[in-house]
């Protein structure tokens, strides 16, 4: 196990900076998946930390010894890659056992490695078959293994799940993840799919523009994300995000919506402030009882466990699951409520407003109560007068 620290980690090419000062730092026997959109600097960042791309700038330490210059074969490292990279004219045997071959090990030693990495990843029957002869399933393990067998202090994963189909993508998730609970070794994960970061993490962190929006565990980065590009990528469906402006220093309105108001439950900014206002799909509510704001479902997505609602009124669209014991129809119209304890607020910039509580008076609003409370009954609990 390993021990690394970022310290201002940046990468340039022909004068562009695409990497901007990372620093973060990976505990041993820690899971890091670093997630986000193509092109946000992820893949490049791992390159790095492997030495198959050239530090720009800052330092690279891994257990204490910068690493800025060292050949990555010395870096103590194994990088499983996205294209599998095996030789096809080799064994599976023969692939795992390479790197030792490499490093000049005895072929004793080599035999009761490769053997034992087969035997940890179900591989123990096709030794002795090559490439072509097996599934994409199996070539990942292969080219797991032929990392795994080497012993390395960090294990480096490039979106190696890309290639598999839906199912396969599902059984490697819980093999990796099984594992990494046997060997306790320090990994780090790439990957632009947010269901394989949330499922395989201790830890996550969110890349964009070349730039970490947001670190914390996967259920800390859901609850509360940082930002709203962060509220946006974490979460399938993603997170709703309304146009709004503050009503007063404790309440927002939606913008279009004059009669839809919410108070926040701390100090917000002077009256008039551009805000977006935030609800997870799962957290609206939706019905037919004539409570709330009047929409219509112009989609209904059915995803098999569950269903999600597509609903719109005049510009304003909003996403919401349905629940299973009511039937529900497209072109139908419901009515949608946002929990108040379900609401996230970010100001202009699209960071999130922190709740001080130490500014609440005790007049805010109950947890329970709807969003949709309209204007004078928003002004009648923010002043007690409910």
């Not at 939706?286 to 999600?308: D, T, Y």
Request: aromatic share 6%; glycine share 8%.
């Amino acid at each position: 196990m390993a021990h690394l620290n970022l310290s201002g980690l940046k990468k340039s090419y022909d004068g562009k900076q695409v990497v901007h000062g990372i620093d973060m730092e990976i505990l041993e026997g820690e899971f890091i998946v670093i997630v986000g959109p193509s092109g946000c600097g992820k893949s490049t960042l791992l390159r790095m930390i492997a030495g198959l791309e050239d530090i720009s700038g800052g330092e690279l330490l891994i257990d204490g010894q910068c690493m800025n210059d060292v050949e990555p074969s010395q870096r103590g490292c194994a990088m499983v890659f996205q294209n599998y990279a095996l030789y096809p004219h080799m064994t599976v045997r023969q692939n795992i056992g390479y790197p030792l071959k490499v490093a000049r090990i005895p072929k004793a030693d080599i035999q009761r490695r490769v053997e034992a990495v087969a035997a940890t990843l179900a591989l123990t029957d096709y030794l002795d078959r090559r490439p072509a002869q097996l599934s994409g399933g199996q070539r990942q393990r292969v080219a797991m293994g032929r990392a795994i067998v080497r012993e390395p202090g960090v294990f480096l994963f490039d979106e190696p799940l890309s290639n598999l189909d839906a199912k396969l993508r599902v059984d490697m998730r819980i093999e990796i993840r099984r594992l990494h609970r046997r060997l306790k070794a320090t990994s780090i994960f790439v990957t632009h799919d947010q269901v394989e970061a949330m499922t395989l993490a201790d830890r996550l962190i969110v890349m964009n523009g070349g730039r970490i929006a947001q670190i914390g565990t996967p259920a800390e980065v859901y609850a509360r994300p940082a930002s709203t590009f962060v509220a946006s990528f974490m979460g399938a469906p993603a997170m709703n995000l309304f146009e709004a402006a503050t009503l007063n220093e404790r309440c927002v309105k939606l913008k279009n919506c004059e009669d839809w108001v919410t108070e926040a439950g701390f100090r917000l900014p002077p009256a008039g402030h551009g805000v977006t206002v935030g609800i997870r799909p799962e957290d609206v509510a939706i019905s037919l009882n004539g409570k709330g704001l009047a929409a219509r479902i112009e989609l209904i997505e059915e995803l098999g466990g569950s269903r999600v609602a597509y609903c719109s009124r005049g510009a304003l669209a909003c996403a919401a699951m349905l629940p299973r014991d009511i039937d529900f129809s497209e072109d139908q119209t419901v009515f949608l409520n946002f929990p108040a304890s379900a609401i996230h607020l970010f100001d202009q910039e699209g960071a999130r407003f922190q709740e001080d509580k130490s500014n609440n008076d005790g007049n805010s609003a109950q947890a329970d109560k709807s969003f949709y409370t309209g204007v004078k009954d928003a002004l009648a609990v923010m002043t007690g007068t409910e």
